[in-house]
């Protein structure tokens, strides 16, 4: 089972809202990460979390805040976001040791809309 | 710096047509992998192969095959018989081996949008 499920599926939010996504996996992975991606660009790299720590942001503004409260479990807290970060937002995880512990597997995104 | 071209921005083939697609990267590390993903239009990142910079075996799954070769720096992409569903955006990535521990970073190409029409 290689499956990071992400909800919701599509978000519509004001410039004022906070709204937070959700990113799951039950497939004992200890790095998870946050993605956005532009229309018809690659996906790029917001944050990184090591075995529940912080461990790569990519100088990704303030109004994007991740937390990883338990292994299985990652979120992004949205707040005063702009019309420009409207995206695809992509989570993915991968194991920390192993033969397989470089690849990373997605989740199905988040559209997310910003009025 | 590390950086992955992929010079084929769209291709469109009829079903059945094999079809190649091209990946060439740049890297200073001696040691590090390559990736291939796909990415229907729903939008999931679909992985489909990893290979590593000593293991330069081509690699044949169905009807996709890779074509790894150091010295030209290029990891190759080929669907045999390509169906509709094969559709799709095609990434090539590498991976950055200085982070170190558990996480990785990928550096992907700009992607490749493979159309098949029946």
């Known amino acids: 089972d290689t499956e990071v499920t992400q909800t919701p599926k599509h978000l519509v939010m004001g410039m004022t809202n906070k709204k937070s996504l959700k990113c799951e996996q039950h497939m004992g992975h200890r790095a998870m990460y946050w993605y956005k991606q532009k229309a018809k660009k690659p996906p790029e790299l917001m944050f990184v979390y090591s075995y529940e720590k912080l461990s790569i942001n990519e100088s990704v503004p303030s109004r994007f805040s991740p937390e990883c409260p338990n292994s299985s479990l990652l979120n992004l807290h949205l707040h005063a976001l702009q019309p420009e970060d409207s995206a695809l937002y992509l989570c993915?995880?991968?194991?920390?040791?192993?033969?397989?512990?470089?690849?990373?597997?997605f989740g199905a995104g988040t559209r997310l809309s910003v009025l | 710096a590390q950086k992955v071209t992929q010079a084929q921005t769209e291709i469109s083939v009829v079903e059945k047509e094999d079809v190649t697609l091209d990946c060439v990267y740049e890297t200073r590390d001696t040691t590090y992998y390559l990736f291939w993903y796909k990415q229907p239009p729903s939008g999931e990142l679909v992985f489909l192969i990893r290979?590593?910079?000593?293991?330069?075996q081509n690699e044949i799954s169905g009807r996709y095959s890779w074509n790894f070769q150091k010295s030209t720096s290029s990891f190759n992409f080929t669907i045999t018989a390509s169906q509709v569903v094969d559709s799709a955006v095609y990434f090539c990535?590498?991976?950055?081996?200085?982070?170190?521990?558990?996480?990785?970073?990928?550096?992907f190409g700009k992607g490749t949008l493979l159309t098949v029409n029946p």
């Open positions: 993915a995880s991968s194991q920390p040791s192993g033969l397989a512990k470089n690849i990373q597997y």
């Open positions: 990535a590498l991976s950055d081996t200085i982070s170190g521990g558990s996480n990785y970073k990928l550096t």
């Open positions: 290979r590593n910079s000593f293991d330069e």
